[in-house]
C-alpha cells in the first residue's frame, strides 16, 4: 500500500513462527471461558437464511449486540478486571475507550466494586457515554482522538495510583475475546470461514488464537474500515504503522492496533478487506430493514465485506460476528435512506 487506503481483499502469508510471550496461551483461554460463562450466558448463534441465500452457502450471526452492554467487549473486560483485583486489589482501573470497551470494563468494574475511570473522545456517542456512567464509570472527555483518550487516560491512571488498561496490549482483555469464537465453534463446530471487523485488532487477534486453540481449521478474516486502515497497513509492513482515522464507526477508530494483536495477527492472520463508509452505512440500514436486527457500525463491517467480496467466504458454512448494536437514529436513517438509493438505483 501507498499511504492511500482502497477498498479491496488485502493478503499477506502468515509469519507462523513462535508467540509473543506474553499472548495468551490455551490454557488462558480456558480458564477466561469459565470467568464469562459465570457472569454471562453464551450469546446468540443464528442460521440467517436471507445471507445464507445471498451468498449461496450457510451463514450463521453471532449477536454480540444482545449481550449485558450491547457489544462483545463484556468478555475481556471481566476476564481484565478480574485478574486486575486480584493482582492489585483497591486500585482504580483506568482506560480509553470509544464507548464499547468503556461500557464493557464499567460493567465488569461495577460487578466486581472496582472504581472505573474511562477516558473518552468528543466524538463518542451520546448514548455510549451515558451507558458507561450509568454502569457507575466516571467518564472524562478529551479530545477527537482515540490516542488523545489513550494519552489522558495513562496520566491519569499516574496521578490517582491507578492500573492503565490498554484495549489491544492486554493479554486478559484478548482471553476473554477469544470466548466469542470458542462459544461459536461450540455452537456450530464446522464453520469453514469466521469473518470479523478490526478495530484496534483485539478480537480478530483474539479470533485467531480461538480457533487454533479450539483445533479449528476455520479461517478467520478481518474487516475494516477504508477510512481507519491503520491495523492493515501495520500488519502489510508487519510493524505499527500509524494512519488517519476519519471514520464514523466507533468500533473501528483507531489510528493503528496493539502491539500485541499485531504480533497475533502478523503470525496467523493472511486476509484482511478493506470497506467503504457508506458500506457500512448501507449495510446497517440492510440488516434493521432485511433482518430485523441493529448492527452498529463497525459491526456491519463483515455484511459489507462478504457481499462485495464473496469469495472470502470459503468453505460451506461461514460464522459473521456481529460485534455490537449502537446505532443511533440518526445513523440508523441514513443506512436506510442509501438502501433505498441503491434500491433505486
Excluded at 56 to 76: I, N, Q
Excluded at 289 to 308: D, K, Y
Excluded at 310 to 316: L, Q, S
Aim: with cysteine; net charge negative.
Amino acid at each position: 500500500m501507498n499511504g492511500i487506503a482502497e477498498t479491496g481483499v488485502y493478503r499477506r502469508a502468515a509469519d507462523g513462527g513462535l508467540p509473543d510471550p506474553s499472548e495468551p496461551a490455551a490454557t488462558d483461554l480456558a480458564r477466561a471461558r469459565k470467568t464469562v460463562s459465570a457472569a454471562h450466558g453464551p450469546t446468540p448463534l443464528i442460521l440467517s437464511p436471507t445471507l445464507s441465500q445471498r451468498v449461496g452457502k450457510e451463514v450463521h450471526l453471532k449477536l454480540e449486540g444482545t449481550s449485558a452492554v450491547r457489544s462483545f467487549k463484556f468478555r475481556g473486560a471481566l476476564v481484565a478486571v478480574a485478574q486486575a483485583v486480584e493482582e492489585s486489589p483497591g486500585r482504580p482501573i483506568v482506560t480509553a475507550s470509544t464507548g464499547n470497551h468503556g461500557q464493557g470494563v464499567a460493567f465488569a468494574g461495577k460487578r466486581l466494586g472496582v472504581e472505573i475511570i474511562v477516558c473518552s473522545p468528543t466524538t463518542t456517542l451520546y448514548e455510549k457515554r451515558a451507558a458507561m456512567e450509568s454502569l457507575g464509570a466516571e467518564v472524562v472527555v478529551t479530545g477527537p482522538t482515540l490516542t488523545e483518550s489513550e494519552h489522558r487516560a495513562r496520566e491519569i491512571a499516574s496521578e490517582r495510583g491507578g492500573l492503565y488498561i490498554e484495549d489491544g496490549e492486554s493479554p486478559h482483555l484478548m482471553a476473554g475475546a477469544a470466548t466469542v469464537v470458542l462459544e461459536m465453534l461450540e455452537q456450530q463446530p464446522d464453520l469453514d470461514t469466521i469473518i470479523v471487523p478490526i478495530g484496534g485488532g483485539n478480537l480478530v487477534a483474539a479470533s485467531l488464537l480461538a480457533a487454533v486453540t479450539a483445533g479449528s481449521s476455520a479461517r478467520v478474516v478481518g474487516v475494516q474500515s477504508v477510512a481507519a486502515p491503520g491495523a492493515t497497513f501495520s500488519w502489510l509492513a508487519g510493524e505499527i504503522v500509524r494512519h488517519g482515522c476519519d471514520t464514523y464507526a466507533g468500533g473501528l477508530a483507531t489510528e493503528r492496533p496493539g502491539e500485541l494483536s499485531l504480533s497475533v495477527m502478523t503470525r496467523l492472520l493472511e486476509t484482511i478487506v478493506l470497506v467503504a463508509e457508506d458500506d457500512l452505512r448501507a449495510e446497517s440500514g440492510w440488516a434493521y430493514q432485511s433482518l430485523g436486527l441493529v448492527v452498529e457500525g463497525a459491526a456491519a463491517a463483515p455484511l459489507a465485506a462478504i457481499r462485495h467480496h464473496p469469495e472470502i467466504a470459503g468453505g460451506d458454512s461461514v460464522g459473521i460476528v456481529l460485534s455490537g448494536s449502537w446505532l443511533s437514529a440518526d445513523q440508523l436513517a441514513e443506512g436506510l435512506d442509501l438502501v433505498s438509493h441503491l434500491e433505486k438505483s
